[in-house]
């Protein structure tokens, strides 16, 4: 059973900076494209930041130059490092990853909270 856990999400203020780690089990992880997607209070699911087998990154343009996004191979762990919060970084934050044909597994997110 593919199960992938996220941890890390805090209430923190307006410039601020947060790590989020997702724990993958029952899945060749290194194999894998894995991602952050984001889901804010009254609107739908968006993709943050992915990065592939091969560690390549991409990222949302709302989030460029202040998200990274990184994996450990050996610890079956993918990382979202988040830098100069704003309040609308506020969401509910969900690991994903997909396997060789795209198929998507999803963690029960975490709560990112950025005061004013």
């Known amino acids: 059973q593919v199960q992938l856990v996220e941890s890390g999400g805090v209430l923190v203020p307006a410039g601020g900076s947060l790590k989020l780690s997702c724990a993958a089990s029952?899945?060749?992880?290194?194999?894998?494209?894995m991602g952050w997607s984001r889901q804010a209070p009254g609107k739908s699911r968006e993709l943050v930041a992915t990065?592939?087998?091969?560690?390549?990154?991409n990222y949302r343009d709302s989030v460029k130059g202040r998200f990274t996004i990184s994996r450990d191979k050996d610890k079956n762990t993918a990382y979202l490092l988040m830098n100069r919060l704003k309040p609308e970084d506020t969401a509910v934050y969900y690991c994903?990853?997909?396997?060789?044909?795209?198929?998507?597994?999803w963690g029960q997110g975490t709560q990112v909270t950025v005061s004013l």
């Open positions: 994903v990853l997909h396997d060789p044909d795209w198929r998507a597994y």
């Open positions: 029952g899945i060749t992880f290194s194999i894998n494209t």
């Open positions: 990065i592939t087998s091969g560690d390549t990154t």
